[in-house]
């Protein structure tokens, strides 16, 4: 499946190649560049090595363009938030974890929430996602 990752502020492309490409700052302040997997559900996450990032470590994460927190707090603190366009041009709102390490997205459009991550279930009894939104 063919889909684009939005900034939810500028609306920039966020994917190139089968990359996602986010600006995160780890909890002792250091900056670095992540790369995400467009494919939902797949968890591996490219940085420079020198960009250290300890397991379960609060990430805070920007929109590369405009410098933007992509951060949700409506829905958790740990949440953060981008588009997808699908190849049919409908849109999702895609919430994803914040903590390394934690693996958790989920893909919402109206009423309906899908779940990715076996963290998934972590952020579902906090809130309504749907509503939250
Ligand atoms: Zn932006």
């Not at 063919?2 to 190649?17: D, E, F, Q």
């Not at 995400?36 to 990430?59: M, P, Q, R």
């Not at 805070?60 to 366009?85: A, D, E, G, T, Y």
């Amino acid at each position: 499946m063919k889909a684009n990752y939005l900034c939810p502020k500028c609306r920039t492309y966020l994917n190139v190649g089968d990359k996602i490409v986010i600006s995160a700052k780890n909890e002792r302040g250091y900056k670095g560049i992540l790369l995400f997997s467009i494919h939902l559900g797949d968890y591996e996450i490219k940085k420079h090595s020198n960009f250290d990032i300890e397991e379960n470590e609060s990430l805070s994460m920007f929109c590369p363009c405009c410098h933007k927190s992509l951060r949700h707090p409506k829905v958790h603190n740990n949440i953060f938030k981008i588009l997808m366009q699908d190849a049919e041009d409908q849109e999702y709102e895609i919430l994803f974890s914040g903590v390394y390490g934690e693996r958790c997205t989920y893909q919402i459009k109206e009423e309906k929430v899908s779940s990715f991550g076996k963290d998934a279930g972590k952020y579902l009894n906090f809130t309504n996602l749907i509503n939250m939104s």
